[in-house]
């Protein structure tokens, strides 16, 4: 255990203070270490906070409290017929390398340092998400020190109700120590961008769009549209990841490339763990954000998105496409829920960092006109948290169902540093006591 004062916290402590000044580090090197101290700071009285890879967007403030920091639990141990066992804490990057090596891989995120913890239990929307779905699509188990300290086994045959609540509930129910996925046979991949000019930008929106609607699964793709940044002109990108044959990469990508305005083209054949990158964190700004899905990107839905991101100046926008295996998982068999989306929109403005709380308050105005076209929140990437947001992620029979299994598991709401569920009133129902 670390204090404020002792060496190894103080040299730590620059990560944790997102999340408030914690009275504790602590970095467990076993399952039995991390119930041992879920038990402590429960008989104490003190806020837990998990962290994987520590970047979950919503900062969860632990003043005072407990952080489980889950470094030294990162093993990857790839066993028989591709399941892979991988300790809560273990980044992206490294879970790459380490399947890349017997010729496997997770559709995780796009960047290295991500968590496997806070990735997997919101979800995770990575270059393979079409083929194989979320990241939590994947999981076929997970290792749990539950609020009473106990470690149990979530499977879809033990703990099912657990098992189903960690597929999108994040870290409300339990300390995740492992985590067991299916891994799937990759090889290389083709990977890079084409560059357009941006003179019509729901024009060239309407084409992407059409262009996957018929493109093979194997295809994913990502729009990216940028302000001017120093002297880079603005522009926008269709990020491309194609893990079907790479003989096949040119005759898939061509209808992409005569999309009207193409600048520049960067695709190569690589790795898929050298797909993940490791972007800089603006500093000096505050970030404020818009993210929801659509479960049509229709016309009406891309012009209103033009327009809402016209209105608020240097902001960014990102889509992601998503028609493909996520919509082949009924919508009530995970606690992610939004599967009968297209595209997931990410919008993104850099104010200055001493911004006006109307300012902020104005672009989160302008960019809710868009609430009319689109459903729901990706936890993932929610800068926000609280009740409105917890009931923006989760639709009401999602969320009536988690607070049912809080109440089973977490009756006292001790992981209540997250995007909370609260526990549902009324009678425990005796998990595998
Ligand atoms: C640069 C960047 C790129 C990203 N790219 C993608 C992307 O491509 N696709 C995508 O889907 N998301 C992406 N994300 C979002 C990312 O999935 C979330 O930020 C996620 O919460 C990060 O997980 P973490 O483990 O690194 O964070 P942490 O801060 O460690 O964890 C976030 C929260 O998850 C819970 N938690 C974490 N681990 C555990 C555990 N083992 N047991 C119980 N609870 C736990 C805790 O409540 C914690 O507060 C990106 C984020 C960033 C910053």
């Not at 209540?416 to 569920?421: D, E, F, L, P, Y």
């Amino acid at each position: 255990m670390l204090r404020p004062g002792d060496d190894e916290y103080e040299r730590l402590r620059p990560d944790y203070m997102v999340a408030g000044e914690p009275a504790l580090i602590v970095r467990p090197s076993s399952p039995e270490g991390v119930a041992e101290t879920v038990r402590y700071a429960a008989e104490h009285g003190l806020p837990i906070s998990v962290r994987s890879g520590g970047h979950g967007a919503a900062a969860f403030a632990n003043p005072g409290g407990v952080v489980i920091d889950l470094a030294r639990l990162r093993d990857v141990a790839v066993g028989e017929a591709g399941l892979v066992r991988i300790g809560g804490g273990a980044t992206w990057g490294e879970i790459a390398a380490a399947l890349g090596r017997h010729g496997l891989a997770l559709s995780s995120g796009d960047t290295r340092s991500v968590g496997v913890g806070g990735l997997t239990l919101g979800g995770g929307i990575g270059w393979m998400v079409r083929q194989y779905g979320l990241a939590l699509d994947s999981l076929v188990g997970a290792q749990v020190v539950l609020a009473d300290g106990r470690i149990v086994r979530a499977t879809a045959s033990d703990h099912a109700d657990l098992f189903w609540a960690l597929r999108g509930g994040g870290g409300n129910f339990g300390v995740v120590t492992e985590f067991t996925f299916q891994a799937h046979p990759v090889g290389e991949v083709v990977f890079g961008a084409l560059t357009f000019g941006v003179d019509d930008l729901p024009g060239l929106l309407r084409g992407w769009r059409d262009v996957m609607r018929g493109a093979p699964e194997e295809l994913n793709t990502t729009v990216l549209a940028m302000p001017p940044f120093g002297d880079q002109p603005p522009g926008v990108q269709i990020l491309v990841c194609w893990t079907g044959d790479p003989e096949q990469a040119d005759e898939v990508v061509a209808p992409l490339r005569a999309l009207p305005g193409l600048r520049d083209e960067q695709l190569a054949r690589t790795a898929y763990a050298d797909v993940l990158e490791e972007p800089e964190k603006p500093e000096g700004v505050t970030i404020v954000d818009y993210n929801s899905f659509a479960a049509d990107f229709d016309d009406r839905t891309i012009d209103a998105l033009a327009a809402a991101r016209e209105q608020v100046d240097a902001s960014v926008l990102m889509i992601r496409y998503l028609r493909g295996a996520l919509n082949r998982v009924p919508a009530s068999e995970t606690a992610f829920a939004h599967r009968d989306s297209e595209v997931l929109l990410i919008l993104a403005a850099f104010l200055p960092v001493d911004a006006a709380p109307e300012d902020v308050a104005t672009v989160r105005r302008r960019w809710s006109a868009l609430d009319e076209y689109t459903r729901g929140m990706y936890s993932n990437f929610s800068m926000l948290a609280g009740e409105e947001t917890t009931a923006r992620i989760y639709p009401p029979d999602t969320l009536a169902r988690l607070r049912e299994v809080k109440r089973d598991y977490d009756p006292g709401n001790l992981f209540a540093r997250n995007h909370n569920v609260r526990p549902a009133e009324g009678v425990l129902a005796g998990v595998g006591a």
